[in-house]
Structure formats: C-alpha cells, structure tokens
C-alpha cells in the first residue's frame, strides 16, 4: 500500500513539474529590460510604427510559432503598404501585457472564460472586434486587402 501511495506522490509531482515547464515561454529570446526604454520605445518592438486608428492591434509573442505564421503571411503581401497594423510584443513587454489583458475585459470577456487569452490575437480597433488564432487573423486581414 505504501508502494503504491509513493509511485501515486511521484506521478502527481512529474506531471506538476511537466505542466509547469511547458506553461514557460520560450528562453532563447532575451527579456526586454523597460526600465532603460522610452514610453514611445515600450509601445513599439523591432521599430514598428505605431498609428492612432490602426486596421489591427496585432499582440504577438516573440518565439511563438503562430504568430510567426501571420508575420510571414504580413511579409509576403506587403500589408506594411497596404494596412495600418499596431504590433504589440506580450511575452517580454509586461505593458503590452496588460493591454491585452484590457482589450480582453473590455471588448472579449466571453474568451477569458471559455478559451483564455493566447496569441496570436489580433483586435479590431474599428469594429471592436477580437480576432484569436493565426488563420482567422489571416482571414481578417485577407479581407481588408479585397
């Protein structure tokens, strides 16, 4: 009986240990130190520029393989020319972070309940809409450009 309590104890401590390791995001990109960056600087990441009513407010986390897929899909057709998009970093920006914890609250609260807040997620500031997952993102943003 003590035998089985025992590999029951490990099991439960693997899993625990296991859960929280993957819940970590990605290590291999340096932290974003804000305490030596500009407001301006905070709000923007690799030299984004920033507009007042943008098409869509992209948050992003560096390293995250679906949010790479709507890069990509951004690079390919040249949106740069074509549609205003904000572009906020949340895994290393603890104030992008809590933007999108607002747009969320504000705009989507249904989404911390059901599915939780993940990225890609891209917002609609024009229809205040939210937009969750790299394909309907794509789809979104392949309509903007008809």
């Known amino acids: 009986m003590i035998k089985r309590a025992t590999y029951f104890i490990v099991a439960i401590f693997i899993f625990a240990g296991l859960f929280w390791l993957l819940s970590q995001p990605p290590k291999n990109t340096p932290k974003l130190d804000n305490s030596n960056i500009t407001a301006e600087e905070k709000n923007t990441y690799k030299d ?3 507009y007042d009513s943008p098409d869509l ?10 949010c790479e897929n709507v890069e990509k899909w951004l690079k390919e ?5 074509k549609l205003k998009i904000n572009y906020k970093e949340v895994y290393y920006n603890t104030n992008n972070q809590a933007d999108l914890e607002k ?7 249904e ?3 059901q599915e939780g807040i ?3 997620f891209g917002f609609d500031s ?3 809409k939210c937009i969750q ?3 309907p993102i794509i789809e979104f943003l392949s309509s903007k450009l008809k």
């Open 77 to 81: 057709n040249n949106t740069d020319q």
């Open 111 to 113: 989404l911390i309940s």
């Open 48 to 50: 984004f520029p920033v």
């Open 103 to 109: 747009t969320v609250k504000e705009y989507c609260p």
């Open 57 to 66: 407010v992209f948050y992003w986390g560096n390293g995250c393989p679906h």
């Open 118 to 120: 993940g990225v890609p």
């Open 133 to 135: 997952g790299d394909t």
């Open 126 to 128: 024009i229809n205040k």
